[in-house]
């Protein structure tokens, strides 16, 4: 067996896989986020442990892993966590949704002009490196004491093996790494007053990083099996339906939502905020656009109407006539990227009238996600042309009403497979399973059986547009 542990923002997923790639058994813990402050986004990374000890509980209760040959680890990106001398975090992890390095992106753009060349992205306060900045100029006894900073599958690496080491994949998100070179760069560095010292050494996706620590391998019942390097959880989840060569492509509507696209080279569209990252495999990369509230706004939507679950409110958005009684969501509820890259832009409901229910509500959140990424796919195929197919991926892609809008939305069409609501846990898994068994990479990272294929329809399509229009802009005049 081969486990993939996936640490996300709203839960850990840990999960199996056979010697062939099938799915034996998963099982998650919950997690939760801290917003002390106005567009402040955190985490404790000693909950990010309990709660993948728990998920790991779980799958022992299911049966025994006696026969654990590797692991693999994939988790959210771009958070900032800091450790003292004896490993302790400092203070809570500073995640990828979190707004408050506005000014230290400013600066780090005068100190390295750079940065957009050598990146491939755009200094945005979601990545991990202004995060730092702030550290140093907001909290500098943290930052004086901060001896190693890592990612957040990383630290559950170091929990698990005693080893610092991150992927390229994940890496490539904080601003540091010169994503054509795949390595650091001494400029991004010094300029977060950083050395190479105190962020983990750099491996590829299926290297081995170390190996499962005794302690934990008795409380688990498993052998001291290799743990790799594994991915960002976009890489990991795109290794989980097979995406690997170029043009391939997937989109995730998870808490965020993100359109990935395989590339056999080191491409950019930084102007529009577009990432240009490391994949997971020696010598891949990819492009991708991010919209940072995707899933999670029918989450915010349930809680701030009372609804009895999120499958209640899509089932009121299918009773809705398409154009949700004219109303308008734009779906910025923790700032935007691609293509904005706004910090500062805001949710809004426009068109509310005395007819509006909730049903009318949620339709409108899932146009309004649906035509975000349409904005984000419009300025990704600036990059790279549109692909011949897209996986879609993550909690949002269950529906098949939502992907059929998104479809709709986008104009292409969207596939549907199995695993595809565990493709980051499944990718690390197989990251695993081609470590171990160095087995060809085509027959690892196989195309999952497609479940439903959603085809765009033209006379939505073309609605869709005209509503894009009001939509975009709606976010123009709202932003002057």
Known sequence: MYLGIDLGTS??????????????????????????????????????????????SVLQQQGPLSDLKGIGLSGQ??????????????????????????????????????ASRVTGNRIMPGFTAPKL??????????????????????????????????????AAGTMWLDVGRRDYSEVMLSA?????????????GPQVTGTLRTEWAKRLGCPRVPVVAGAGDNAAGALGVGIIDAGEAMMSLGTSGTYFVATEDFRQNAGRAVHSFCHALPGKWHVMSVILSAAS?????????????????????????????????????????????????VGVFYGLSHAVERGHLARAVLEGVALAMADAAEALHQATPP??????????????????????????????????????ALGAA????????????????????????????????????????????????LSS
């Open 11 to 56: 839960s850990v997923k840990a999960l199996l896989i056979d010697e062939e790639g099938g799915v034996l058994r998963s099982a998650s813990a919950g997690l939760t986020v801290s917003r002390p402050r106005p567009t402040w986004s955190e985490q404790d990374p000693r909950q990010w442990w309990s709660q993948t000890l728990r998920a790991l």
């Open 387 to 424: 692909p011949s197919i897209i996986f879609a991926i993550g909690g949002g892609a269950r529906s098949p009403f939502w992907t059929q809008l998104l479809s709709d939305a986008l104009g292409l069409p969207l596939s549907y497979a199995e695993g595809s609501e565990v493709g980051p």
């Open 297 to 345: 706004c029918l989450t915010w939507l349930q809680r701030a109407t009372g609804a009895p679950s999120v499958e209640c409110l899509l089932r009121e958005a299918q009773e809705v006539k398409d154009d949700a009684n004219g109303l308008y969501f734009l779906p910025y509820l923790a700032g935007e990227r691609t293509p904005h890259n706004d910090p500062t832009a």
């Open 192 to 204: 977060c007053h950083l050395d190479r010292g105190r962020v983990p050494p750099l491996f590829e």
């Open 77 to 114: 990106m771009h958070g900032a966590t800091v450790l003292d001398k004896s490993g302790e975090p400092i203070r809570p992890a500073i995640l990828w949704n979190d707004g408050r390095s506005v000014e230290q992106c400013k600066r780090l753009e005068r100190r390295a002009p750079e």
């Open 430 to 477: 197989q990251l695993a399973r081609y470590a171990v068994q160095s087995a060809d990479l085509t027959r690892v990272f196989q195309r999952p059986t497609i479940l439903r294929t959603h085809e765009p329809r033209l006379e939505r399509t073309d609605q869709l547009a005209e509503r894009r229009d009001v939509f975009r802009g709606l976010y123009a005049r």
């Open 133 to 170: 900045l702030w550290l140093a100029e907001h909290e500098a006894s943290n930052f004086e004491a901060t001896d190693m900073v890592l990612l957040p599958k990383d630290y559950i690496r170091f929990r698990l093996t005693g080893d610092f080491a991150s992927d390229m994949s994940d």
